[in-house]
């Protein structure tokens, strides 16, 4: 069965800095990856997702997340972080039909002015 | 399209009472998840429909879980009898396919069996 582990529950950054948000999955033939970000009372939206061919995708609101096999890896990135990034932040793997998707349990990014 | 529409948005019940959960997707999709978020468990699958017909149902935590797609723009998910335990945020998603397309969520339901 498929899995998804996102190692750090609580990152905190200052506005303007970088960030990476770390996701490792398992799962046994080519992934479907996603990262989908959670505002409080909301539901999920979709920042980007991998099927195949580039493994650097790119997504909304200056995301991009970087596929690599050997490690399992999709991390999340953003050169820059913005105040309104503030939210909660999940993984996914999509097995199967693509879109029964695991989800990872979350990390809340917390932004400092 | 106004999106994937979930309601209501917050349901208080008393436990053993029939609760029902309503969404109505994207028009044009053809696949439908039903997703629970507890901060226990995260966020769980449990049963997507394509083409209104129930695909995988083993998420559904047991037999007082069930959920129907009557129809393409119309499904419920239902517990009967609710239990304090069923309390979480229930989403739905769906997509226009089954495989290989993102899936658009509701904003979901809180649900608070007290």
């Known amino acids: 069965a498929q899995s998804v582990t996102q190692p750090d529950i609580h990152i905190t950054v200052s506005e303007g800095a970088s960030l990476e948000l770390r996701c490792n999955y398992s799962y046994g033939a080519t992934p479907y990856l996603f990262w989908y970000v959670q505002s409080p009372g909301q539901g999920l939206q979709l920042l980007l997702k991998y099927f195949s061919g580039d493994t650097l995708v790119q997504g909304i609101k200056g995301f991009e997340a970087e596929f690599k096999r050997s490690q399992s890896s999709f991390n999340l990135r953003k050169p820059s972080v913005h105040w309104s990034d503030a939210a909660e932040y999940f993984c996914?793997?999509?097995?199967?039909?693509?879109?029964?998707?695991?989800f990872g349990t979350g990390t809340q990014l917390k932004v400092e002015l | 399209d106004a999106g994937v529409i979930q309601s209501p948005r917050h349901e208080v019940t008393e436990m053993g009472q029939e609760v029902t959960l309503r969404c109505k997707p994207i028009?044009?999709?053809?696949?439908l998840f039903w997703y629970r978020q507890t901060m226990m468990r995260g966020l769980e699958l449990l049963i997507y429909?394509?083409?209104?017909?129930?695909?995988?149902d083993s998420g559904m935590p047991e037999d007082r879980f069930s959920a129907k797609m009557p129809n393409a723009s119309f499904s419920t998910l239902k517990i009967q009898p609710s239990e304090p335990r069923d309390s979480a945020v229930y989403f739905c998603?769906?997509?226009?396919?089954?495989?290989?397309?993102?899936?658009?969520f509701g904003q979901g339901t809180r649900l608070t069996v007290v």
């Open positions: 429909f394509n083409n209104n017909v129930p695909i995988d």
């Open positions: 998603a769906s997509s226009l396919d089954r495989d290989r397309t993102e899936a658009f």
């Open positions: 996914a793997v999509g097995a199967g039909g693509g879109n029964k998707l695991t």
């Open positions: 028009s044009g999709h053809n696949s």
